[in-house]
């Protein structure tokens, strides 16, 4: 079965940090986009960040830049995100995803915007950040 999940939520003061992990079973992440996304309560949901897990390229949304870093293990089946510096506002559940044949920056961007449809989508995971 093609799976997804995200894991590594948890409760971190403002200013603190985590690391979340995007782990595929049933496909491999070669050929494909992974992209993270978060939705807070009462909001829509957004795209944080996106990688190529064929050639690393890297995507972060503006609020994340800098704090934020996506990374894929050797097998291209995990993927990471290292937050830092983490704000109230990130508070939200957190999704990983897999889109196949993105592999442009143009729709890169289209991730990030979640107006990309993607093909397979993992279970959340909750961040929160206390102030």
């Known amino acids: 079965e093609v799976q997804l999940q995200a894991s590594g939520g948890g409760l971190v003061q403002a200013g603190g940090y985590l690391r979340l992990s995007c782990a595929a079973s049933?496909?491999?992440?070669?050929?494909?986009?992974i992209g993270w996304f978060r939705q807070a309560p009462g909001k829509e949901r957004e795209g944080v960040s996106c990688i190529s897990s064929r050639d690393g390229s890297t995507y972060y949304a503006d609020s994340v830049k800098g704090r934020f870093t996506i990374s894929s293990d050797n097998a291209k089946n995990t993927v990471s995100l290292q937050m830092n510096s983490l704000k109230p506002e990130d508070t939200a559940v957190y999704y990983c995803a897999a889109v196949e044949g993105l592999m442009t920056t143009a729709q890169a961007m289209g991730v990030l915007l979640d107006i990309m449809g993607m093909d397979y989508w993992g279970k959340g995971t909750q961040v929160t950040v206390s102030s």
């Open positions: 049933g496909f491999t992440f070669d050929g494909y986009t």
